[in-house]
Structures are given as C-alpha cells and as structure tokens.
RNA sequence: GGACGGUUGGCUCAGUCGGUGAGAGCGCCUCGCUUACACCGAGGAGGUCGUAGGUUCGAAUCCUACACCGUCCACCA
C-alpha cells in the first residue's frame, strides 16, 4: 500500500477526481423507467462576472442534495445554465465602453450585441470552471443559456400564446427614467439617497374667485403638468370646495378638485396637486378619475412643449424660474425645509425622472389565482416556512408587469407595427402584428413596411420559464415527460416575487403542473462585519482564494454546518479552518485504519457477526453509527444541512476518533484484532458515503484507497455507491449507557490527573467503591480500557473500599473513586476541588429542594416532573455526601 | 410606513413539545511532540440568554411593548 501523506492536500487530489466523474458520464441526467426522477433546474447565475460565496453556497447545498439522491438511487438530473441578466449585463459592458470613450449608442444595436456575446462567452466559461472547481455534479451535456436558439423559441412562444389568450397588452404607464442612460430602468436599480430639499407651499386660486387651496410640492415645476388637485374624501375641511375648478397658476389651466383615499389627510396641506405624468401615485389617481395627462418634462430631462414658456429648460433651471414667478405673483405660501428621499440612477447617479411611457404589460391578476393556490394548498412548500408569507402578500396583491425594457441585450419583442394600416382591419389591430417569426407582409393589408418594437422584454420574463423551457419545452422532449415537475428549487429571498412565483404562473400555465414542490430559501451570506457581500463594496469572499487557503471540501462544509434557518450567515474564515482540520481528521483517521491494514489479506466478515458476539466499545459504536445514519438522512429530508454536517463531525471526530480508535489501538495487539479491524473499516467506508454529498473529494480519495475485498467497495466510485441506511438492530441504548458510564470514569480520573499535575510517566492505581454488581462487572470486564486510558497500573472494586487517606477521589454514579497519591496529593488544591463541586451541588440541590416544597408546584407540575426532580435530589444529596466524606478525610490532615 | 428575521460566554452560532447542571467551533489558560493527526491530544476558565412587563408551579423557549442590527416590500406629494 502506498503510504498516505501525513496532511491532507486537497490539490493533489481534486481536478483528477472532477475529471474522472466528468469523463466516466456520472452526472448524465437518464431517464430511467427503473427509477424515480430527482431533478434540479440550477438557478442560472448572471452572466456578469461576479462571484462570491453566496453562490457557493447557494450551489453547493443543490450538489449535496443531487448527490445525496443520486446515492440513494434516483435517477438525478442537475441541470445548469446561465442567464443573460440583460440589465446587469448591460450595466458591466457599458462600463467596459466607457472606460474606452465609448457608448452603446455610439457603436449601435448590432456591434454592441457582439462586444456583448463576446463578454457572455468568456464570463460563462469562467463561471462553468467555477463549479467544476466546486466540484457540482452538473449535468454539462444538458447545459442551457437563456439566449439559445431554442430558448428564444420558448420564450417568443410564451409571449405568443400569453398574448393571444389576452394577458399581454400595450399601454402607457410611468416608469423610472433616466434622463442620463436614456432608458427606463427598474425599481431595483434605482438607489434611495436623503437629500435636504424643500417643501413649496402653493397657493391655487378658485376659479369663481372664492378663494384658494394650498398645495405642498418638493417639485414646482411638475406643476406645469397639474390635471387637478385632489383631497381626501373624509376631510372636512376641504368638503366645500369638492367638485369645484381652480385655475392652475402660471398656466391659466382650468383643473378640478377630486378625492381620493390615497391622499394623507395629515400630510402638508391635506390637498395634493395631481401631475399624472410625472408622478406614478398621480397617474393612477388619474386613471380612477379619467384626468388628463401631460407630460411637461421630457426624455432629454428638459420641459416640452407642453411647459408653455419655460418649454426648452433643464428640469432644475426651470424649478429655479416656475419659483421665482410663483413668487412674483404671490401663489407661493412658504417654503419649509424637507429631507426627501430622492431616487437615483445606480449607474450614473441622474436623478431619476418618473415618466410617461408606452410599455407592454402582462396582466397578472387571473394568472395569480392558480399559482396562490398551489401553494396554499401546500403542493409546493417553501422552506423555512416563513417566505409562504412573502409569496402569498405578493401574490394576493399583485399588479401588471412591465415586460418591456428600452435596452438592446435580450429577447426582442415578437411585434411589428404595419407602417401603412391600408384597410380597417389593420387600422382596428393598430397595426400590431404579434408572430414568432419576422413577417414579410402586413396580414392585414399586406404592406411590406413593417418595424419591428424596438424594445426588449425584461430578463425576468425568459428565467420564468426556466424548469420546463431548459427540459426542451415546448418540445415534448422525454425529458421533459421525465423529469417535470421537477423536486426544487434553491434560490434566494430576494428573487421570491421577481422569479419564484412567475415560474410557478407559467409551469402551471403552459404545463398544467407546478414547476416544484419545494422552494429552499437559501441565507443571504454576510462578510465577517455583517455586511451584505458585494463585488462593488468589495466585501465580498472570493471562494476560489479560501478554496485555494482550504481545499473545496473544507469550503463546502464550512458553508455547510453554516446553512441552517437563519436569513442570514456570516462567513468568515474560522468555518473553513475548522472543516479543513476535519479534512485532516479524516485523513489521518484514514491513515491510521489503512496502515493497520496492511498485512490482512482477506478480511473477516464482521458484517455477518452478532451484536452479542462482539464487544461493548463494537457494539457502542455500532450503534452510534446506524444512528447517525438516521439522523442525517432524516435532517437532510428537513434540509437542515447544518444539523446534517454538524451530527457527522460530532460523530466521526468525538465518537469514532476520540474513544472507539483510541480503544482501538490497545485491541490491535491482540486477539480481537480482526474483528476490530473489520469494524474499523466498515465505520470508515460507511462514514465516507455518509459524508460524500457534502465532501465529494476526500471521500472518493481515501473510499478508492480501501481494500476492493469490502463488500460494499466494489463500484468505480463512490458517487454511484449506496447511501447509507440505518439498520435498527444495530441500535443498542444499553452498550451506549455503559460506555457513557466507563467515558465519565476515565474523564473524572483525567481531570484528577491533570489537576493534581501529573505528567503521563506518573503511573497510578485505581480504586472504586462501589456496591452494584452490574457496575462492578462492567469496569472489571473493560478494564484494560480504563486502565490504559487513564495512564492508571491497576484498579481494585468492591463495595469495602475506605478512602486512602492521601487520595484523590470522584463520584461518578454508583461509583466511588479513589487515586491514592501519597505526596503527590496537592492537598490544599484538592480540597478546594471537592469544596467546589459540594457548592455547586448545594446551589442545585437547594433549587429542587425549594421546588419540591412548593405546593403549587406539587400540585401543577406533572407527576413525572416531580419524580425526576426527586430523583435528582437523591442523587445529588448521596453525591454530595460522599464528597463532604472525603473531603472530610482531608480536612483531619491539616 | 408595512412584513419578516436576528439579539445566548471575547468571536461565530446551536438550543425540538416550556422542566437541560444552557451546548459546539474558534479564541483564552494549564499540561502533553504517548509511532493517525500540533490542521493534534488531555484538562480547565468563561454566560443575570437585548430591555421592561406579562402568562405559568416553572420561561433562553410562550405573549405584549420597547431598543438595536439586518433583509424584503411600499403610493406620503
């Protein structure tokens, strides 16, 4: 055998793993008729470049769940791919422009596409050698990217079908505009910054010259677009004037007073000037009242036409001269200071201007219906539970979505405009041609002037389809037949609206079938500060630096013992140190097992041995074993990867390592050797298996080492090995109370030992009081045990002992314990020991005691309770005497 | 403004159905390079469980309010 290294390195080992799983074809995805399908449509990251560890996680906890079914049998997909992330696309190459004095304009539609898939090619690549380094088992033969010919097919097909079922329709709305990036962007790209402004109090004239209402305004030259001025309907103050005209200063316009319910009674004057285009709450008040709208600020940021004489000014430059004639003509009341919350353009930080705009929408409303249901009725469940409710809010209170964006990285819109409209039928169409494929003529009036819109539709809209458009829809591919509905989906909270649930709208839309049945919510990784990871911040943890400090597995765990129900984890360096000392562990554990090995040729069947044939640390850690076999495949069930990771390090590190192989080594010398080793073996490969989804590396390197003549090492690798399975005859509560009783006697000689400082050379000898013949059977049958443990020469037992008068003694149970020191005993320390463990069992036994005369207590609590405080307090009470006896002993010395 | 989460030893976090001597890893202290592992072993110190009330025989755990931190959502001009 060759012999290991003394410290695991994770270099010498991972690419030529990766590699042989790649190769050998273990992470195709095939349709099985012999077995269930488990299948993950990765979420596909953004093509942007960016990574840090939120997506190790994020990807790592869908790799341990593949493998972990892969194991267990299931035929496991884990599809991946890429997303095109128009808007953070756009974003980064136009960085990239301008830092060479470019623009997207200046090099037009077509050249920039280019410069565009040239930087998706080279970010995807890196993305892809990303994972392979994170070792995910992903199925590369099935990956997809959300701008491939054929997902462009489903995508155009969904906007087809959705807008010939009348979902999709075109209308005008307010969006955020940049006057800068000339595009609207998104809610989400807009950064919320306080800004000191001011609140202008103005003053409108009724029209019939009986007085006036006052309006409060951060932005007078929006007034210029003023349809009306609207009041709350319970607000008594403005009762009289409902219905009534004023005349819109400075434009002589006449405009009504209305009432909504959205207006603050509370808020500046409780009346509110209506600027339908300028202002999203005011075109909807607009809407519900049938108020003109007029767009007084336009695309470049300067008044239109519309703004009459102050047409042709920048917005600000005409809030400086509307003021100034306000005040001119007495309308302007007051002006009061006003931290605003103003919005900016993320990118080039111009104040966003909300603006009127034709866009094509997708009405939501209906489609919702089916989606809210699923989930209510709990076929699609989202874990942690919480995130239901974020679902369910959203959902009830959905609104139209602006599916069209002014940006050129995406998926066009399928529509063209007949230039012409020759006849009535194309005019009544609006000359809206909606079709998947370029038309050549006008179907309506066979005009060849057709343009096609010019916008593209929102990334969100092509990632909807994700679960069934990367299995081939709308092909009927049998994958797709196989694999859909598939078993989940992990993302993050953030995209619950914006993705989750419009993939749920379309799987049962174009599918009938819900597109999962569970939906983890992964934390969102925090830096060591507790600051949101993020590559502009650069707070961000490159995991490919803590993978080169680590070793991916100990990265994977790290984030692992990690990934429990908290929103939130901060990740710093210690988890990983700590999982890649377990990685040492291992492999030393595995060093140490191997090289005892080596002169077997064949190993006995410990398998087919009896529980009653074996010994109490086999039968001990038999046990431990199968349990934690249960555990982990019941928490994994939970997706409590923390729990899952956590149990097995306990396990294999405290159990397996520090007693049954420190044990171990004193049965190799002697006749159980086989039997040991055999069992030794057995809890190692069964531990590698257990620990493969989570440690894919480690576990292939050491499970190839072991000897092909174990039963269960016989296939190429141990990804398509079985997954553990308990077995319960293997459970054993008694072999685990007796090793728990023999564990604290050699913990409380230890602690003896070390107190009283005594250096390993100090041999000593043991004696226990002690009257209970079971005890007494247990130590003297596992007394090697004790004795080489405890550095102890020998051990006398009987229920006749008197303590040595220069000892030093412990209470463990029915036993009493004596190390007779002679002048070793620091007498002074050792009574200070016992003083202090009598304390601490006074202050216990006085809580019980004063429960335990409580009536209300005796009363209340039930009977159970009350007998285990009872019995507490026996055998706290016995404890406690027999200390103050020794300690006693003590006492006569001085 | 609303919703959700968090607040437990110096740090990062567990803690199930209310009854535990409140746990772990890191860090710290003492001892030890005992031929698997110093990326280790043995032992130890360290916590009024954010604050204030309440429910209960009994609260880290349930309820209310508040504070601070975080995330998401939002139509206060």
């Known amino acids: 055998m060759k012999e290991l290294a003394k410290a695991y390195n994770p270099k010498d080992v991972e690419k030529k793993w990766y590699k042989f799983w790649e190769e050998s074809g273990y992470f195709y995805g095939e349709v099985s008729s012999k077995k269930k399908p488990f299948c993950i449509t990765i979420p596909p990251p953004n093509v942007t470049g960016e990574s840090h560890i939120g997506h190790a996680l994020c990807y790592t906890l869908q790799d341990v769940l593949a493998r972990w079914k892969r194991m267990q049998g299931y035929a496991t997909l884990c599809l991946p791919g890429m997303d095109h992330a128009s808007i953070a696309v756009h974003r980064v190459v136009e960085?990239?422009?301008?830092?060479?004095?470019?623009?997207?304009?200046?090099?037009?539609?077509?050249?920039?596409?280019?410069?565009?898939?040239?930087?998706?090619?080279?970010c995807s690549e890196t993305i892809k050698n990303q994972f392979k380094i994170l070792g995910f088992s992903f199925d590369w033969s099935k990956e997809r990217f959300t701008m491939d010919e054929d997902y462009v097919d489903a995508v155009l097909e969904t906007f087809v079908r959705f807008y010939n079922k009348g979902y999709i329709y075109r209308g005008q709305r307010v969006t955020?505009?940049?006057?800068?990036?000339?595009?609207?962007?998104?809610?989400?790209?807009?950064?919320?910054?306080?800004?000191?402004?001011?609140?202008?109090?103005?003053?409108?004239?009724?029209?019939?010259?009986?007085?006036?209402?006052?309006?409060?305004?951060?932005?007078?030259?929006?007034?210029?677009?003023?349809?009306?001025?609207?009041?709350?309907?319970?607000d008594e103050r403005y009762q009289k004037f409902v219905g009534k005209i004023l005349v819109l200063p400075l434009m002589e316009r006449r405009i009504p007073i209305i009432t909504d319910e959205i207006v603050d009674i509370h808020f500046g004057t409780g009346a509110v000037k209506v600027t339908p285009a300028h202002d999203i709450n005011d075109f909807e008040i607009a809407g519900r009242h049938s108020l003109p709208k007029i767009v007084v600020i336009g695309k470049d940021g300067k008044m239109t036409k519309e703004a009459g004489v102050f047409a042709n000014l920048d917005r600000y430059q005409a809030r400086?001269?509307?003021?100034?004639?306000?005040?001119?003509?007495?309308?302007?009341?007051?002006?009061?200071?006003?931290?605003?919350?103003?919005?900016?353009?993320?990118?080039?930080?111009?104040?966003?201007?909300?603006?009127?705009?034709?866009?094509?929408?997708?009405?939501?409303?209906?489609?919702a219906v089916p989606a809210i249901h699923v989930v209510k009725e709990g076929k699609i469940k989202f874990v942690p539970e919480q995130f239901t409710k974020v679902y369910l809010d959203w959902m009830e209170n959905i609104r139209d979505w602006c599916i069209s964006r002014q940006l050129w990285w995406g998926h066009r819109i399928p529509v063209w405009y007949c230039q012409k409209m020759k006849n009535p039928k194309c005019?009544?169409?609006?000359?809206?041609?909606?079709?998947?494929?370029?038309?050549?003529?006008?179907?309506?009036?066979?005009?060849?002037?057709?343009?096609?819109?010019?916008?593209?539709?929102?990334?969100?809209?092509?990632?909807?389809?994700?679960?069934?458009?990367?299995?081939?829809?709308?092909?009927?591919?049998?994958?797709?037949?196989?694999?859909?509905?598939?078993?989940?989906?992990?993302?993050?909270?953030?995209?619950?609206?914006?993705?989750?649930?419009?993939?749920?709208?379309?799987?049962?839309?174009f599918m009938q079938d819900i597109p999962f049945s569970s939906v983890y919510i992964n934390a969102t990784v925090l830096n060591e500060d507790g600051k949101r990871m993020s590559k502009?911040?650069?707070?961000?943890?490159?995991?490919?630096?803590?993978?080169?400090?680590?070793?991916?597995?100990?990265?994977?765990?790290?984030?692992?013992?990690?990934?429990?129900?908290?929103?939130?984890?901060?990740?710093?360096?210690q988890k990983a140190e700590m999982a890649r000392n377990f990685t040492n562990k291992i492999h030393n554990a595995?060093?140490?097992?191997?090289?005892?090995?080596?002169?077997l040729h064949f190993l006995p069947s410990a398998f087919c041995l009896l529980p009653s044939a074996l010994e109490l640390p086999d039968r001990w850690i038999l046990s431990r074993y199968h349990k934690i076999i249960e555990e982990v495949n019941q928490v994994l069930e939970e997706f409590s990867f923390d729990e899952a990771s956590q149990r097995f390090y306990d396990f294999f590190w405290h159990d397996f390592c520090d007693w049954y192989l420190e044990i171990a080594k004193l049965r190799l010398g002697g006749e159980e050797k086989e039997q040991v080793q055999s069992i030794l073996l057995l809890i190692l490969e069964g531990s590698l298996r257990l620990l493969h989804p989570f440690m894919p590396f480690i576990t292939e390197e050491i499970w190839q080492k072991l000897p092909r003549t174990l039963?269960?090492?016989?296939?190429?690798?141990?990804?398509?090995?079985?997954?553990?399975?308990?077995?319960?005859?293997?459970?054993?509560?008694?072999?685990?109370?007796?090793?728990?009783?023999?564990?604290?006697?050699?913990?409380?000689?230890?602690?003896?030992?070390?107190?009283?400082?005594?250096?390993?050379?100090?041999?000593?000898?043991?004696?226990?009081?002690?009257?209970?013949?079971?005890?007494?059977?247990?130590?003297?049958?596992?007394?090697?045990?004790?004795?080489?443990?405890?550095?102890?020469?020998?051990?006398?037992?009987?229920?006749?002992i008197e303590k040595?008068?220069?000892?030093?003694?412990?209470?463990?149970?029915?036993?009493?314990?004596?190390?007779?020191?002679?002048?070793?005993l620091d007498v002074e320390k050792e009574k200070a020991r016992l003083a202090k463990e009598v304390l601490n069992l006074s202050k216990l036994i006085d809580s019980i005691s004063r429960k335990l005369t409580d009536q209300a207590f005796l009363n209340k609590a039930p009977k159970e309770v009350i007998e285990r405080e009872e019995m507490k307090r026996r055998e706290y009470t016995e404890k406690r005497e027999r200390l103050e006896r020794n300690l006693a002993v003590l006492m006569v010395l001085c």
């Open 176 to 234: 955020n505009w940049c006057p800068g990036c000339q595009t609207a962007i998104s809610d989400i790209e807009v950064d919320r910054e306080e800004r000191k402004e001011f609140l202008y109090y103005v003053s409108y004239p009724l029209e019939d010259g009986s007085g006036s209402i006052t309006v409060a305004t951060t932005r007078p030259e929006t007034m210029l677009g003023d349809t009306a001025v609207a009041v709350h309907p319970k």
């Open 320 to 367: 400086e001269e509307v003021l100034r004639e306000l005040k001119a003509k007495n309308y302007l009341v007051k002006i009061e200071d006003y931290p605003l919350v103003l919005g900016l353009c993320e990118r080039c930080h111009t104040a966003v201007e909300p603006l009127l705009s034709e866009q094509w929408f997708m009405r939501m409303k209906e489609l």
């Open 804 to 824: 040595p008068k220069l000892s030093a003694s412990s209470v463990i149970g029915q036993c009493e314990i004596f190390v007779p020191l002679a002048d070793l």
């Open 590 to 599: 595995a060093r140490f097992i191997l090289t005892n090995l080596s002169d």
């Open 95 to 122: 960085e990239q422009l301008a830092k060479e004095g470019l623009s997207r304009h200046l090099l037009g539609r077509e050249k920039f596409l280019e410069r565009v898939w040239q930087w998706k090619n080279e």
């Open 427 to 509: 005019k009544m169409q609006n000359g809206v041609i909606v079709s998947k494929i370029a038309p050549q003529i006008c179907p309506y009036c066979g005009s060849k002037e057709l343009v096609q819109d010019e916008d593209i539709l929102d990334t969100w809209f092509s990632s909807a389809l994700w679960p069934f458009a990367t299995l081939g829809w709308p092909k009927e591919t049998e994958e797709l037949r196989y694999f859909y509905p598939t078993s989940i989906m992990v993302t993050g909270s953030g995209i619950i609206h914006l993705w989750v649930a419009r993939m749920i709208i379309t799987g049962l839309e």
């Open 711 to 800: 039963p269960k090492v016989r296939g190429e690798s141990i990804m398509l090995a079985n997954y553990p399975k308990s077995d319960k005859k293997w459970f054993d509560t008694l072999s685990e109370n007796q090793m728990e009783t023999i564990q604290k006697i050699v913990m409380a000689i230890r602690n003896i030992r070390s107190e009283m400082n005594l250096p390993p050379s100090q041999m000593i000898e043991l004696q226990v009081k002690c009257s209970e013949p079971l005890v007494i059977t247990l130590l003297l049958e596992n007394l090697s045990i004790i004795l080489n443990l405890t550095r102890s020469k020998n051990l006398i037992i009987n229920d006749k």
């Open 536 to 573: 502009s911040l650069g707070t961000g943890i490159d995991p490919l630096e803590m993978i080169e400090q680590y070793g991916v597995d100990a990265t994977r765990f790290g984030l692992m013992v990690q990934a429990g129900k908290a929103q939130e984890i901060r990740f710093g360096y």
